[in-house]
């Protein structure tokens, strides 16, 4: 009997309630009982035993009712000895529901209640990439009534909470729900309701091996019971792919943040402002990227279809066999087709009523610049250093020349077997003005500058920010001409940075952050910025304006987009090279109407997706 009690007083606070409520029934009809033994007709004007409960009753759980009894001493002793247990009892009753109610509260605030939520976006994990995701999630649910953000990650649910509100601040009508449990634990996993959200993003962890636990996190989602809504997981080395994909499955699409951000850099390394053209298409603040299958297209060459939206810009076509963007301009639209577009919004995406004005005169028909070899320097080394000169060889041509400075024990290491580049390695400290300078800077047309893995982030962005002001000094006093990019991991460094006018800065974290948004909100989109990132087929080229139309002459953006037909180009945008240090957009105007009129001069761009 004894294990018994002890067992049933283990289970919390509801069960302590009910021994409670069977003391205090004792104590009321044991002092009843004495009552009408002692003092059968006390007090004055009682009417019987269901009146003398009432009374014990009342002096239970209300032991100031004695003060005002009257009656013999055997009646005055039996109501002082209840009023006495009473006390006892509602000071246990209320210790009770205070001890409960606190432990209550603390669960709530520890995150471990489950979330009822429905069509909601599941975020598994914690990393700096959190903040982007849910900064962008909420744009892109702007415009819905509600909707809501679950988070489960080993991170305390009020710690969670203020760091997305100082990082994110106005979430507008987005609810953000946070769970502190482990995503690879299944009983975690119940608590975010999963049958009936909307997709899942996991999240590689700053920690050690981070693809690891990505891994196993993918498997425990394979695992669980019920339905299984899409999954995005981001990881950050190529090597586990395979690995991953067997582990999660069909209904996961894996994010390579490695091999994103490394083509990337080579791409932006080489055409100015790529960084912030692909910045625009991820979010959801400007041009974005959405899939139509309008009719009235059917049976249209891909280049009369680049005129057939007012307020929306044709890139490519989704066809069965795949994503082709700037397909041949007589490619026939079928109806299985669906159009790739950019556009500011999905109600921005209506036909034109007629065919645009097109200026003749101011066409211009340039010769394309023929591909020659390159000299190419690279400051730093770090993971994925190799991955970026092997994607450098597959765009230089051949007799080119890469120079690795840095000081890295690994530097140039792993790099058998390149086919147009040279490589030359130095060892050399990228923050040191004097080791720089005896590098002959000058002598080259690129200079990238990588994030050194040896130290923390935000050490390591200190010391590309001092290499970034080294150059920049250099190229004032020497007058030198050479384009920058640099990789970050902070995006409030890029303010910073700006003082040093880099041609580019990847904040890689950032950019993979916006692509796990962007894949969470539509799946359908990989196999498109998969294709933009590839160096095979059409990528995106900012070119001299004047290749395009007549410098300096008032044109609309309809008569670029033509011009731009004529060579075979997709052109999509343009570029104000005097706000090309102006944030956010640094000169970049992605899909402007067709009837704009603009003004381009020699120094101005219009991009375009081409084949080189």
């Known amino acids: 009997m004894r294990y018994w009690f002890d067992n049933t007083m283990s289970r919390g606070t509801a069960s302590l309630i009910g021994w409670l409520a069977l003391a205090s029934v004792a104590l009321i009809v044991v002092v009843a009982s004495l009552t009408l033994w002692l003092a059968p007709n006390e007090p004055d004007g009682v009417t019987g035993a269901g009146h003398v409960l009432w009374i014990a009753l009342m002096h239970a759980f209300s032991p100031a009712k004695i003060s005002s009894d009257r009656g013999s001493i055997a009646y005055m002793a039996v109501m002082f000895a209840g009023s006495l247990g009473g006390l006892f009892i509602v000071s246990l009753l209320v210790g009770l529901l205070s001890n409960g109610l606190k432990e209550k509260v603390d669960r709530l605030r520890r995150g471990r209640s489950k979330v009822v939520e429905s069509g909601h976006t599941v975020v598994l994990g914690w990393s700096d990439q959190i903040f982007t995701i849910v900064a962008e999630l909420v744009k892109a649910h702007a415009s819905q009534r509600s909707s809501a953000i679950a988070i489960l990650a080993e991170r305390d649910k009020l710690e969670m909470e203020e760091e997305i509100r100082e990082h994110v601040g106005d979430l507008g009508r987005t609810r953000v729900v946070c769970r502190t449990g482990r995503p690879t634990e299944p009983h975690d996993l119940a608590l ?28 425990a989602l394979a695992k669980r019971e019920g339905s299984h809504p899409p999954v995005v997981a981001g990881l950050t080395s190529s090597r586990n792919i395979a690995a991953a994909r067997l582990a999660g499955g069909t209904d996961v699409h894996l994010v390579d943040s490695d091999d994103t951000a490394s083509r990337l850099i080579v791409q932006s390394s080489r055409q100015s402002g790529m960084s912030v053209v692909c910045m625009d298409l991820l979010n959801f603040d400007g041009g974005e990227i959405y899939l139509r299958t309008p009719k009235k297209t059917v049976g249209m060459t891909y280049g009369d279809a680049l005129h057939a939206y007012q307020t929306a810009s044709v890139i ?8 082709v963007l700037n397909p041949p301009m007589d490619t026939v639209i079928a109806a299985e087709d669906e159009v790739i577009v950019i556009a500011h919004d999905d109600s921005h995406i209506s036909l034109a009523a007629g065919m645009p004005s097109v ?42 020349v890469l120079e690795v400075a840095a000081d890295h024990p690994n530097a140039g290491t792993g790099l058998a077997g390149l086919r147009n580049l040279t490589v030359n390695v130095k060892d050399c400290d990228t923050t040191d003005r004097y080791a720089l300078e005896s590098l002959g800077v000058g002598l080259f047309q690129h200079v990238i500058v990588l994030s050194d893995d040896r130290f923390d ?5 200190t010391r590309t920010l001092m290499t970034l002001l080294q150059l920049r000094d250099m190229q004032s006093t020497l007058g030198e001409h050479y384009s920058i990019v640099s990789e970050m991991h902070d995006e409030n460094n890029r303010a910073l940075a700006e003082v040093t006018e880099a041609d580019d800065i990847v904040i890689s974290d950032t950019v993979i952050g916006l692509l796990l948004a962007q894949l969470a909100e539509n799946r359908h989109l990989a196999d498109v910025f998969a294709y933009l990132f590839d160096s095979r087929g059409s990528e995106i080229y900012p070119r001299p304006a004047a290749s395009y139309v007549k410098a300096g002459t008032q044109v609309t953006f309809s008569t670029v987009v033509e011009a731009a037909r004529r060579r075979g180009e997709t052109a999509i945008g343009y570029r104000n090279a005097q706000a090309r240090n102006d944030p956010p957009h640094y000169g970049i105007v992605l899909n402007p109407a067709k009837a704009e009129p603009i003004v381009l001069d020699e120094t101005d761009s219009v991009i375009v997706l081409a084949e080189s």
């Not at 309701?193 to 498997?219: C, F, G, M, Q, Y």
């Not at 003749?360 to 320097?377: D, H, Q």
């Not at 982030?457 to 962005?461: E, F, R």
């Open 316 to 323: 490519g076509l989704r066809r069965p066999s795949g994503v």
């Open 457 to 461: 982030p935000h050490h390591s962005d």
């Open 359 to 400: 200026d003749e005169s101011v066409i211009v028909m340039a010769p394309a610049t023929p591909i020659e070899p390159e000299r190419t320097l690279l400051l730093n080394w770090n993971g994925r250093a190799e991955q970026i000169v092997r994607y450098l060889d597959g765009y230089v041509a051949p007799g080119s």
């Open 192 to 219: 975010m309701n999963l049958t009936a959200a909307n997709s899942v993003v996991v999240l590689s962890p700053d920690r050690e091996d981070p693809d690891a636990h990505v891994i196993k996190i993918l498997l």
